[in-house]
């Protein structure tokens, strides 16, 4: 029996985890039950937390690996998992020993990108 192909025109996969930016807005709409209100009210105390916890983290104080495990935790819960990623390389940075400097440069950026996502989100309506 001949086997008859046809030339396939190949399409790009899809990313195995999607990526819709700093925040899942998915995940956040679970972890809210789908409360649009309480959505707000969490995206608003995590903007405020990460803001204070990123300038107490700045110094490097001596509960630095302890701030960055709560952020961490924070992050997780409403989906801003680059925040989450960034946080646990630097708490496993601060718990090793390592130089933390460039972990906090990653977390504070992905914190900057979270904070302007939220912004956005909470400006609407």
Known sequence: MPLHLERI?????PPLAPDDGPIDI???????LGDVHLEREVLAMFSAQAASLMG??????????ALAHTLKGS???????????AAGR????IQNGDNPAQALTELNEAVAQARM???????RS
């Open 9 to 13: 025109e190949w399409m790009p996969s």
């Open 75 to 85: 992050a997780r819960a409403i989906g801003a998992f680059r925040v989450a990623d």
């Open 26 to 32: 998915e995940h956040l709409r679970r972890m809210t």
């Open 117 to 123: 996502t939220i912004d956005v989100i909470l400006r």
């Open 90 to 93: 630097l708490e496993a940075a």
């Open 56 to 65: 107490t983290l700045a110094s490097l104080a001596t509960d630095a690996g």
